[in-house]
């Protein structure tokens, strides 16, 4: 499996932007689809975005549609989202996750598919 890595966490006012950093170590030469998850307190986590191996498939959530954006560098095994306009409602601990993709393209975004997950990255916004 794959080891994962989050950061780039903090407080942020609300209508500020953050940028969050996943990095991946160990079985890294698999083709893996990324996740970015999120779970506020007394909540369940949901997914926020996902991306394909190739960076071509991306999916979000409606509530962060917009205003997030996930991107990767495969060169450097890391996964970014980049969270613009952020509201207080986005203050979460935010988890990257990961899976072997079978196909480049292949886009995954259900918690249950993912066996691989970081530990997660606490952003909180002010409002």
């Known amino acids: 499996q794959v080891q994962l890595v989050e950061s780039g966490g903090g407080l942020q006012q609300a209508g500020g932007s953050l940028r969050l950093s996943c990095a991946a170590s160990?079985?890294?030469?698999?083709?893996?689809?990324m996740g970015w998850f999120r779970q506020a307190p007394g909540k369940e986590r949901n997914v926020v975005a996902a991306?394909?191996?190739?960076?071509?498939?991306?999916y979000y959530a409606d509530s962060v549609k917009g205003r997030f954006t996930i991107s990767r560098d495969n060169a450097k095994n890391t996964v970014y989202l980049q969270m613009n306009s952020l509201k207080p409602e986005d203050t979460a601990v935010y988890y990257c996750?990961?899976?072997?993709?079978?196909?480049?393209?292949?886009?995954?975004?259900?918690?249950?598919?993912?066996?691989?997950w970081g530990q997660g990255t606490q952003v909180t916004v002010s409002s």
């Open positions: 996750a990961a899976r072997v993709a079978m196909f480049s393209g292949s886009l995954y975004y259900r918690e249950t598919d993912f066996p691989s």
């Open positions: 991306v394909s191996w190739s960076g071509v498939s991306t």
């Open positions: 160990g079985r890294t030469n698999s083709m893996y689809a």
